[in-house]
């Protein structure tokens, strides 16, 4: 996921290593990269798309996987209007579980979130649907100075299908640094019809 991240982004690394294989221990980093000359601690977690709605036991992500590993892909609903709760409650959970580490062994720690899983077992559980948000929506819902108060010096949102990637740091708060985000309406025009291929032209 992280190396997927960093080509999407054009982010220059040297080396994507196990922290526990370099450290000897857990450092509470998933992966640990170099760019540049400075040595990056990533935590990785992955979007759940019905998070604080079901439980875990019960959920999207458990079902799915039980359907998929049976050759089942039945569809299922998607609980949009809960996505940046989710999300939210996806992010606050990393950062209070940051705080059990000193992460001594970095320069920095980044957070890192993906969603939209290009895997047969996570589509539906981990969908986020970016055509429905604008970079202020994501910015509306996520407490800036929650992550401001965190270790973390920069926390990416990548939403794998369709290769979306939402970046924050604290100077920038959340900006959409690849991929294409839900076009402002203009006067009486659907935010989607930019999406849509052009029709031809009436006969009469």
Excluded: C
């Excluded at 809960?82 to 920095?108: G, N």
């Excluded at 890192?112 to 649907?129: H, R």
């Excluded at 990548?158 to 708060?173: A, K, L, R």
Aim: hydrophobic share 40%; proline share 7%.
């Amino acid at each position: 996921m992280v190396a997927r991240l960093l080509a999407v982004a054009g982010l220059p690394s040297t080396t994507i290593e196990d922290p526990m294989h370099v450290h000897g221990g857990k450092t509470g980093a998933d992966v640990q990269v170099r760019i540049a000359d400075r040595s990056v601690g990533v935590q990785v977690t992955e979007f759940g798309a019905d998070e604080g709605v079901a439980s875990p036991g019960r959920g999207l992500r458990a079902t799915e996987k039980r359907n998929a590993r049976q050759g089942q892909f039945p569809p299922a609903a998607i609980p949009l209007q809960h996505q940046l709760t989710s999300l939210r409650a996806r992010v606050s959970d990393k950062i209070e579980k940051a705080r059990r580490y000193t992460f001594q062994q970095f320069d920095e720690i980044w957070l890192l979130v993906a969603a939209s899983l290009a895997d047969p077992e996570a589509i539906v559980s981990t969908s986020f649907v970016s055509l429905l948000l604008t970079p202020d929506d994501v910015n509306s819902w996520h407490d800036d100075e929650m992550l401001r108060r965190s270790t973390y010096t920069k926390a990416f949102i990548h939403i794998q299908v369709g290769d979306m990637v939402y970046h924050w740091t604290p100077e920038n708060g959340w900006q959409l640094i690849h991929g294409v985000a839900r076009p402002q309406p203009i006067g009486g025009d659907l935010w989607f019809k930019s999406f849509l291929p052009p029709f031809p032209p009436r006969r009469r």
